[in-house]
């Protein structure tokens, strides 16, 4: 038996794919002013001429990134809200618990979203272009408690978004505190706190 042909666009997009791949670790690791479109080929195992064949530049390769990985964020975080069972505050503390956990089983990607938002923060011109999908995360959090508002769950005079981005923020200070200090955040410290923030703002069930 011979092995089967790929088909052109069935190769083309494992090409790509790869390349975001490779690209993901060596951003994580290099930074993005230290990376190169070198470093990036050599660890995908392409030439220079097949990164450039499907990225522009580096910062067209690091923006393709950035944009695939916030959409599996968002995708993660609706899917997961989704399934969970229990009460609001109970299904906010479950995400959170996958999220730290995500942290600590996938460092890399964690490395990588922080490096994102180093390079929106320092360079003007990319800023431009991040800012719309910097909001996603938050902005899929805030949806869904703006969900639980309509349905009279939660209280009507808390802001969505802003407490959308404490919580986004929050996990993103405890991650970096974990990297610095190992040991120093307990893996179940995330979600034990989003879930008595969530309790605070929740509406008391009453009996009938």
Same mark, same amino acid.
């Given at each position: 038996?011979?092995?089967?042909?790929?088909?052109?666009?069935?190769?083309?997009?494992?090409?790509?794919?790869?390349?975001?791949?490779?690209?993901?670790?060596? $951003?994580?690791?290099?930074?993005?002013?230290?990376?190169?479109?070198?470093?990036?080929?050599?660890?995908?195992?392409?030439?220079?001429?097949?990164?450039?064949?499907?990225?522009?530049?580096?910062?067209?390769?690091? $923006?393709?990134? #950035?944009?695939?990985?916030?959409?599996?964020?968002?995708?993660?975080?609706?899917?997961?809200?989704?399934?969970?069972?229990?009460? #609001?505050?109970?299904?906010?503390?479950?995400?959170?618990?996958?999220?730290?956990?995500?942290?600590?089983?996938?460092? =890399?990607?964690?490395?990588?979203?922080?490096?994102?938002?180093?390079?929106?923060?320092? =360079?003007?011109?990319?800023?431009?272009? $991040?800012?719309?999908?910097?909001?996603?995360?938050?902005?899929?959090?805030?949806?869904?408690?703006?969900?639980?508002?309509?349905?009279?769950?939660?209280?009507?005079?808390? =802001?969505?978004?802003?407490?959308?981005?404490?919580?986004?923020?929050?996990?993103?200070?405890?991650?970096?505190?974990?990297?610095?200090?190992?040991?120093?955040?307990?893996?179940? $410290? #995330?979600?034990?706190?989003?879930?008595?923030?969530?309790?605070?703002?929740?509406?008391?069930?009453?009996?009938?």
């Amino acid at each position: 038996m011979t092995a089967r042909r790929m088909p052109r666009a069935e190769r083309a997009a494992q090409t790509k794919a790869e390349l975001l791949a490779a690209a993901a670790r060596v $951003f994580a690791r290099r930074g993005y002013a230290g990376a190169s479109i070198a470093d990036i080929a050599e660890e995908a195992g392409y030439s220079h001429g097949a990164v450039y064949s499907n990225f522009e530049s580096k910062q067209e390769l690091f $923006f393709a990134l #950035f944009d695939a990985s916030t959409d599996d964020r968002v995708e993660m975080i609706t899917a997961f809200f989704a399934q969970a069972s229990g009460t #609001f505050a109970e299904r906010v503390k479950a995400l959170a618990d996958a999220s730290t956990r995500q942290v600590r089983d996938d460092p =890399d990607r964690f490395l990588l979203n922080l490096e994102f938002s180093l390079v929106a923060a320092r =360079d003007p011109a990319l800023r431009e272009r $991040f800012i719309e999908r910097i909001a996603a995360i938050p902005r899929a959090i805030a949806g869904i408690i703006a969900d639980e508002q309509r349905a009279g769950r939660i209280d009507g005079s808390v =802001d969505p978004m802003e407490l959308a981005l404490g919580i986004h923020a929050l996990g993103v200070g405890l991650g970096i505190d974990h990297w610095i200090v190992p040991g120093a955040v307990r893996p179940e $410290f #995330f979600g034990e706190l989003v879930g008595r923030i969530m309790s605070t703002v929740a509406v008391p069930e009453v009996d009938g």
